[in-house]
């Protein structure tokens, strides 16, 4: 397998649901989900194409976030 250089849109995908994690999911989970998205990111390779990193970041992207924890 050839690594393959993610775009700048994916990277931007990958950083956005970063932080948003932090706020799905608070304390340890949120906090171990937005380093390995961040470092998914800075490593800038996709890595077996569309699996679980992008279907994780689809999902941390479309969750909606309590009313609560967003104010």
Known sequence: MIPVPMDHHEKMRLR???FRAT???PGPV???LS???LT???FG???GGEQLVMRLVDHVLQSP???AEAA
Do not use: F
């Open 35 to 37: 380093r390995e998205l």
């Open 65 to 67: 976030i309590a009313q």
């Open 30 to 32: 949120g906090e171990l």
């Open 45 to 47: 390779y996709r890595l």
């Open 23 to 25: 706020r799905l999911y």
């Open 16 to 18: 956005a649901a970063a």
């Open 40 to 42: 998914w990111e800075e």
